[in-house]
């Protein structure tokens, strides 16, 4: 047993870091809060760094990874923030032409959530449809065109992540291949990564804000209450990493969802602890706690939510 | 990252299951909590049954007496010990887990080859004597005494929470020798005799009932100087290293055992019709998810702790990692040692006492009967958040050494 990074892996996981600080920097993010669409050269940028292709064979001219690495992409997507269908990207390269080189995107929509929400509406240019509910249950997935598919507004209270609900689609085609039950807990494991990258990332932002914020003539830092809440965030980030980490793993579903109900709780929980750090500085729309916290939010809704994993993993004890 | 078990730490599992298996019914029968001289025996039988069959000190460096088994293989032992219901380390805890270590890390070889044979034995019992009315979470304000006098320290002063006072042999005793030095320095470690004239020991009775630790006096007594481990006043540093012991694989067992309590209570509830309240279900539900993190962290912590050379807590301290790079807990590529111990007590300490707060809601009105094993345990997990650093100690721990967040107050 050897549960600890490779060598490869933290060289994965310390280069998509550069990559994003590099093309999604402070001022590219403020700026999608205005405009969200996902950057088209960015995305092929990351296609052609294998960010897509990441877990196809190498034959097939993907990177040849497992779960494992495309888990610590994606906690590298969700500390910067990165918005866009990345999930839906990794997930279908392979089985929807153009994903995998970054020339298509591809959103993939939650059938069995209510409402049904589909991501970046506007900016995708193809729609896969995961049919049902239940999380073992096989269901039928669907392919659609984006114009051909019925829609309401809906207000997202993430402002990176603009949503639509869905209300009817006329002419859907069955996605060849395609395993349902398996793209759900993949989704799950890949989102609650990104909870994981957002939980430690507002650990950093609260613990640098505490050293540098004076009051009283002391640094914040220096207050046992500060300290508290900080040492309580890398807590609940530290578990949820375990967690994560392991699920990706093991791949199993039950693992799987402890460790979104894990993860989910640790990006909304130091969300809005870090919020609390900041003082009023983090009630601003300046301050980049918001979007951390509301992306954390919308995040914890997709792919199974708090009630759905609680319950699952109650069942499981009952057996 | 690998979760598997290699087929050599597989066959040393089926060879140690297989053992218990055999030796477990064997044992003599369950004393009573408030059976002191019986508990000793019980504790003591089960540790010389680990000796005989080679599995006493397992984790302890091999020229200590110990095994060398890597903290895999004690994991191992720790899971399955628990899964086959075996003792657990009870009054041996001082002596296995603080003491033994301490000395075979700092002791002369005339010390190691004195106290730790006894130990893997089961023939002597420690105590633990740093913590003091006065000097509860910051130990470093302790105040008992030795003065210097010919070839030995007279030791005046007073400990409490002394665990296992009651029967033990030897107390690993903390003293300050130098009261001018400051307060880190100028102190000492000593292996003191329990039987030594002057000292007196008070059972404390628990809000769970039972006398599971003591006060203890020290009027004058004599410790000789050569019963001193490190050196003169480096009592503080040798202390340390006896707290990195208690740190990383010291629950191991009971997180196995809170995960078997959890399916018990799911098992009940459905039994008893309080399933049906989504609430507690849910409740439940949750729990499964912390525990079986909290298994995941122990993985990872005794994986990390593979990357360090054996007979040691942590790895060596290097600079504190740069917050807004990466802020968590490394060992093998830097960072602070024995802190991600601190991530786990904490939270597994708060686990521990919302399981048994589940159990009593299961439970019900049955959760007033003291008798009842879970609300014994209920009672008992009250003292997790405080023993072996609070839980405030341990933030400040986690903030300032992890975080690197400023001293103050």
């Known amino acids: 047993m050897d549960f600890q990074l490779t060598d490869d892996q933290r060289a994965l996981r310390d280069g998509t870091r550069e990559l994003l600080a590099g093309r999604f920097g402070r001022d590219r993010l403020r700026a999608a809060v205005d405009d969200p669409a996902p950057d088209r050269g960015l995305w092929r940028e990351l296609a052609t760094a294998g960010f897509f292709a990441l877990r196809l064979p190498e034959a097939d001219g993907g990177v040849g990874l497992g779960l494992p690495e495309a888990v610590l992409v994606f906690e590298e997507v969700g500390r910067a923030l990165l918005p866009g269908p990345l999930v839906a990207g990794q997930l279908l390269a392979g089985a929807v032409d153009g994903v995998a080189t970054g020339e298509r995107i591809v959103a993939l929509c939650d059938g069995g959530a209510d409402p049904v929400l589909w991501e970046h509406p506007d900016h995708c240019d193809v729609l896969i449809f995961v049919e049902g509910g239940a999380p073992e249950r096989d269901g039928a997935v669907y392919r659609s065109a984006p114009a051909e598919v019925a829609r309401a507004p809906f207000a997202s209270v993430d402002p990176l992540t603009p949503l639509v609900r869905v209300t009817g689609r006329p002419r859907t085609t069955p996605l060849p291949g395609a395993d349902a039950s398996r793209l759900r807990r993949e989704a799950a494991l890949l989102t609650a990564a990104e909870q994981l990258g957002s939980a430690g990332r507002t650990v950093e932002t609260a613990v640098g804000y505490a050293r540098q914020r004076t009051q009283f003539g002391a640094p914040i830092g220096s207050f046992q209450a500060v300290k508290h809440l900080c040492a309580g965030m890398l807590v609940r980030a530290e578990l949820a990493r375990a967690a994560v980490y392991a699920a990706a793993v093991t791949g199993d579903a039950l693992d799987i969802a402890g460790a979104k109900l894990l993860a989910d709780e640790a990006a909304v929980g130091n969300a809005r602890d870090c919020l609390q750090v900041h003082g009023g500085m983090g009630f601003t729309w300046e301050a980049d706690v918001h979007l951390h916290l509301k992306r954390a939010w919308l995040r914890a809704e997709r792919w199974g939510g708090a009630r759905e994993a609680e319950e699952r993993l109650a069942q499981a004890l009952a057996g | ?409």
Not at chain 2, 84 to 96: I, Q, R, S, T
Not at chain 2, 165 to 192: K, Q, Y
Not at chain 2, 229 to 253: C, I, K, P
Not at chain 2, 300 to 309: F, K, L, R, Y
């Open chain 2, 1 to 409: 990252m690998d979760l598997a078990y290699t087929a050599e730490e597989e066959a040393f599992r089926d060879r140690l299951r297989t053992w218990l298996a055999e030796v477990l019914p064997k044992l003599p029968p369950k004393p009573v909590a408030t059976d002191w001289p019986g508990r000793r025996a019980y504790d003591a039988a089960w540790q010389r049954m680990l000796y005989d069959a080679g599995y006493a000190g397992l984790h302890w460096p091999a020229d200590a007496g110990g095994r060398g088994a890597t903290p895999t293989q004690h994991l191992i032992f720790l899971e399955e010990s628990e899964k086959a219901g075996a003792p657990y380390v009870g009054a041996n805890f001082v002596g296995l887990l603080h003491a033994g270590p301490t000395i075979a890390a700092e002791g002369t070889p005339a010390q190691r080859a004195r106290w730790l044979p006894p130990i893997l034995r089961g023939d002597e019992i420690w105590c633990q004597g740093f913590s003091e009315p006065d000097a509860g979470s910051d130990l470093a304000a302790l105040r008992t005494r030795a003065v210097r006098d010919g070839d030995d320290y007279v030791v005046t002063g007073s400990k409490i929470w002394t665990s296992h006072a009651e029967v033990a042999d030897w107390c690993e005793l903390l003293v300050r020798t130098d009261p001018e030095a400051p307060r880190h320095r100028g102190i000492s470690w000593l292996a003191m005799p329990m039987d030594a004239p002057g000292v007196t020991v008070r059972p404390l009775r628990t809000l769970a009932g039972s006398t599971e630790f003591a006060e203890l006096f020290l009027d004058e007594v004599r410790v000789p100087a050569g019963n001193r481990v490190g050196a003169e006043h480096d009592g503080w540093r040798v202390t340390m290293v006896t707290l990195s012991f208690e740190r990383g694989t010291a629950f191991v067992g009971e997180v196995v055992a809170c995960r078997r309590v959890l399916g018990e209570l799911a098992r009940t509830a459905r039994a008893n019709g309080r399933w049906d309240d989504a609430v507690l279900r849910r409740r439940l539900g949750r729990l499964n998810a912390e525990f079986a993190a909290l298994w995941r962290l122990t993985q990872w912590n005794v994986s990390e702790a593979m990357g360090v050379p054996p007979g040691h807590g942590g790895p060596p301290a290097r600079a504190k990692p740069s917050v807004g790079e990466d802020s968590r807990p490394r060992g093998r590529s830097g960072g602070v040692p024995g802190t991600g111990g601190s991530v786990f007590k904490l939270r597994y300490s708060h686990a521990r006492q919302e399981l048994y707060d589940a159990a009593a809601e299961v439970l019900g009105g049955q959760a007033l009967d003291a008798a009842h094993p879970w609300v014994a345990d209920r009672l008992s997990a009250l003292a997790y958040t405080i023993a072996a650093g609070t839980s405030q100690i341990q933030r400040n721990i986690v903030a300032e050494r992890i975080l690197g967040l400023p001293k103050g107050r």
